[in-house]
């Protein structure tokens, strides 16, 4: 990546080339979640999340990895000049609002990827991420600029209670949820968390390194985001090659792989 904002930073925030990806994932989002959000706030967390993986399921028969690679095609070559491996799937980041700022089952708290994955090449590795719906300033993703040039050592973390009852390989966890969270003790100054504001029809890309966490939602709207990860292929390394694809595997929670879309 060569672009100073994201190297300072740690993120960068890019308008749409092409805005049909958004229209569809929309589409495909209000067709699952047709219900008052009433409905959706009064049931277990548990049921809430088997309806959110549906939709994830339907979110990854459209291959939104393409088709921002295809779209995003004059940006990628700028910054990459190189071919990249897309995670094999997308998660479906849906997340109701909090009933009280105790009620903490719904956020992802302050993470960074390697607090779930050791891989080498997570340094490298990009987060994509896009609201769909119900997003705004009071409930965008968090973000502490520039913590990705922290040192992994440096930042100290402990395993938690696992308050969402998350087990392997069950809705919650396919959803992104870890089963052993950990959460963040020292080592970034939090004083410089920041929403990051996303005009509509923008995109964000953000290092595995950066410190994020999504907060609570104290609007009155479930918020909707989509995120997949990618990772330059000079930066992986163990690619393997099956039936002529490259895959690299990624050992991590949910067996994801990384492939060329
Ligand atoms: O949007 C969210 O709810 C969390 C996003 C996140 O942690 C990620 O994209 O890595
Ligand atoms: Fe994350």
């Avoid at 609201?131 to 705004?136: E, F, G, K, Q, T």
């Amino acid at each position: 990546m060569i672009n100073k904002n994201y190297n300072k930073n740690g993120y960068l925030v890019k308008k749409f080339s092409n805005t049909k990806l958004i229209e569809n994932i929309e589409k495909i989002v209000k067709r699952h979640f047709y219900r008052s959000t009433d409905y959706y706030s009064k049931m277990s967390l548990k049921n809430f999340h088997k309806i959110t993986l549906n939709c994830q399921n339907q979110l990854n028969k459209i291959n939104i990895q393409k088709f921002f690679r295809e779209s995003e095609k004059k940006f990628l070559e700028k910054e990459f000049g190189e071919e990249l491996l897309f995670s094999s799937f997308v998660t479906l980041r849906a997340v109701r609002p909090v009933k009280n700022d105790q009620d903490l089952n719904e956020p992802l708290d302050w993470h960074r990827e390697t607090f779930y994955g050791k891989k080498k090449h997570i340094k490298y590795a990009i987060n994509f991420w896009m609201p769909v719906l119900n997003y705004s300033k009071k409930i965008g993703l968090s973000v502490i600029p520039e913590s990705h040039k922290i040192p992994d050592k440096k930042i100290i973390r402990d395993y938690i209670k696992n308050t969402h009852n998350v087990r392997k390989f069950s809705p919650s966890h396919k959803l992104g949820f870890p089963y052993a969270p950990k959460k963040l003790i020292s080592g970034v100054n939090f004083d410089k968390a920041k929403k990051v504001i996303l005009p509509k029809k923008n995109f964000m890309i953000f290092s595995q390194y950066l410190i994020h966490g999504n907060g609570q939602n104290f609007s009155k709207k479930i918020r909707f985001a989509v995120n997949f990860s990618f990772v330059p292929s000079s930066k992986v390394f163990e690619n393997k090659i099956i039936n002529s694809k490259k895959y690299n595997y990624q050992k991590s929670k949910t067996n994801s792989l990384y492939i060329s879309v």
